[in-house]
């Protein structure tokens, strides 16, 4: 991948793929101000015959493209040209507070349609658990304590991911084992947060169940910790959850 200027992606005609999915100029010559005005230096195209942006993600919200802020790398989240929303500030806000107990990838600046966040270089859960193998426990274990640890801070906030039962696209980990919850384009303080227990229906319900049940040596779901914490939400049931996992 090649790291151009702002200016050269005009130059090299790819301006309109800021525009995603509809390529409308006058979107895209938003965007592109926008970029500028939040301090993105450059952003990556590919090496081809027609280059194109690198993209680290697509949803129905926004495009995610590869950019550098401050000279460090940054993914940037353009909210698409036909998004159900108006703008992206929402979700920075619910970034912010996430940010302020340690979670989530930080976010570096935003504007009503751009996030600029800290680039998380790792493997998306699902891929992770995917090849993991039994003799690493003690990986497996480390992971997914951290992540419910997040999640209870997430609660204790309380702001409400929205969509940690589908953890295989919300759950990044770093080659150092460190999980990273991302996308907070549906968290909302206005609902009950239920992280702990979306999270962990993933893990007892979700398409590695079986895998990761076997691994920590869990004959069945503890459900009755997890409904409990569901509804006393305290510290000492938290952990009666994470032992009952054999994570703590």
């Known amino acids: 991948m090649i790291p151009i200027t702002l200016e050269d992606l005009v130059k090299k005609n790819l301006i309109q793929e800021l525009a995603f999915p509809s390529r409308d100029l006058n979107y895209a010559r938003t965007i592109f101000q926008e970029l500028k005005e939040i301090g993105v230096g450059r952003v990556f195209i590919s090496e081809s015959e027609e280059p194109e942006l690198i993209k680290l993600g697509k949803g129905y919200r926004g495009l995610v493209i590869l950019g550098e802020v401050g000279g460090k790398r940054a993914a940037l989240k353009i909210l698409r040209s036909d998004a159900p929303l108006a703008s992206l500030e929402s979700e920075a806000e619910a970034t912010k507070l ?31 658990v995917k090849d993991l193998e039994k003799s690493r426990i003690d990986e497996l274990r480390k ?70 049940l076997r691994i920590l040596g869990v004959e069945k779901p503890p459900v009755d910790r997890s409904r409990k914490y569901k509804r006393e939400m305290t510290d000492e049931v938290f952990k009666e959850l994470l032992q009952s996992l054999n994570l703590y």
């Open 143 to 212: 992971v997914l304590r951290e992540c419910f640890q997040q999640a209870r801070l997430l609660d204790k906030i309380p702001l409400d991911h929205g969509e940690l039962s589908d953890a295989k696209k919300h759950v990044i980990v770093k080659p150092d084992l460190s999980p990273v919850i991302i996308d907070f384009g549906k968290a909302s303080i206005k609902r009950r947060p239920s992280n702990v227990t979306s999270f962990f229906s993933y893990i007892a319900f979700g398409p590695h169940s079986e895998k990761i």
């Open 98 to 128: 996430a940010n302020s107990v340690g979670v989530g990838p930080k976010l570096l600046a935003h504007s009503k349609h751009v996030l600029a966040l800290e680039f998380v270089e790792g493997v998306s859960f699902d891929k992770w």
